[in-house]
């Protein structure tokens, strides 16, 4: 199993990013994917997750602003990131699986910060 993710990097507050996430060696189409993520010192929080059928969890953190969606052509798992708050300053994991529990990649970094 290998998940790469990318499309981390620096915003200002009220900006957007898209993070996508490259998976391999398992079926992707078949597997719920998640998102998590884990802020400086704090532990690890489930941010959103998608169904193998296309249902989509968002935790109430982020309901409204983040959209989380799944190219199963491309094995790709995406994260779109919107009114982004300096409280969504974290690294963020891609995840196969439910929970934060489960294997996940080596994370991308999100910094927003004026």
């Known amino acids: 199993v290998q998940l790469v993710e990318s499309g981390g990097g620096l915003v200002q507050p009220g900006g957007s990013l898209r993070l996508s996430c490259a998976a391999s060696g398992f079926i992707f189409s078949t597997s719920h994917m998640s998102w998590a993520r884990q802020a400086a010192g704090e532990g690890l929080e489930w941010v959103s997750g998608?169904?193998?059928?296309?249902?989509?969890y968002y935790a109430d953190a982020v309901k409204g602003r983040f959209t989380i969606s799944r190219d199963n052509a491309k094995n790709t798992l995406f994260l779109q990131m919107n009114s982004l708050k300096p409280e969504d300053s974290a690294v963020y994991y891609c995840?196969?699986?439910?929970?934060?529990?489960?294997?996940r990649g080596r994370g991308t970094q999100v910094n927003v910060s004026s």
């Open positions: 995840v196969r699986g439910r929970t934060v529990r489960d294997t």
């Open positions: 998608i169904s193998v059928g296309g249902t989509t």
